[in-house]
C-alpha cells in the first residue's frame, strides 16, 4: 500500500490529523478490542508529534490534562473499551531499557500504542502496525503515513476515507 502524504501548514492541520486518526481508531474498536494496535511516530525534536497525539486523546474523549510523557516515558488513558498508552522512548539510554522497564507488557489487546520514538527501543519493541512520519518543512510539516501490517493497512485505508470526506 502507497504511503498517505499530507502537508499540514499550522499546528489546526496537524490536531485536524490526530482527529481524523482518532475516528479512525474509534471506528476500529472492535478489532482493536481483539488484538490492539502499535502506531509508530517519528521526527526530530518539535515535529509535532505529541501535539498529534494530544488532539488524538482529545477527539477519544480524554478531559484531564495530557501531557508528553518524555520524563514519565509513559502516560496511560482508558477509553471506552480500549487503553491508550502514549510512550515516549526518547530519553531510553538503551534498547535494553524498554525491556527493563517492562513496556512490553502493554502491547497488545484493547490497547492503542502510541509510541514516539520507536526507534530507541530497537528490536525489542513490539511490530507496530503503521507510522507516521513528520517532517518540518519551511512553513508547517508533512505527515506520512506507513501501514506495516494488515491492521496497518485496514488504518491507512479508513484515514484516507475520512480525510478525503473532510476535504
Do not use: N
Amino acid at each position: 500500500m502507497s504511503p498517505l502524504i499530507r502537508v499540514l501548514r499550522d499546528e489546526a492541520e496537524t490536531v485536524a490529523l490526530g482527529d481524523a486518526l482518532a475516528d479512525t481508531l474509534l471506528g476500529m474498536e472492535d478489532e482493536i478490542t481483539r488484538s490492539g494496535v502499535g502506531i509508530g511516530l517519528r521526527g526530530d525534536l518539535g515535529a509535532g508529534k505529541t501535539t498529534l497525539v494530544r488532539a488524538l486523546l482529545r477527539r477519544v474523549g480524554v478531559t484531564g490534562r495530557v501531557k508528553s510523557p518524555t520524563f514519565s516515558l509513559l502516560e496511560l488513558y482508558d477509553v471506552s473499551r480500549l487503553h491508550f498508552h502514549h510512550f515516549d522512548f526518547y530519553r531510553l539510554k538503551s534498547p535494553q531499557e524498554f525491556v527493563d522497564g517492562g513496556f512490553a507488557e502493554w502491547f497488545g489487546p484493547r490497547s492503542v500504542c502510541l509510541v514516539e520514538w520507536p526507534e530507541r527501543a530497537g528490536v525489542f519493541l513490539p511490530r507496530l502496525d503503521c507510522e507516521i512520519g513528520l517532517e518540518l518543512l519551511d512553513s508547517g510539516r508533512r505527515a506520512v503515513v506507513r501501514a506495516d501490517t494488515l491492521m496497518g493497512e485496514r488504518c491507512q485505508h479508513r484515514l484516507t476515507e475520512i480525510l478525503t470526506r473532510q476535504a
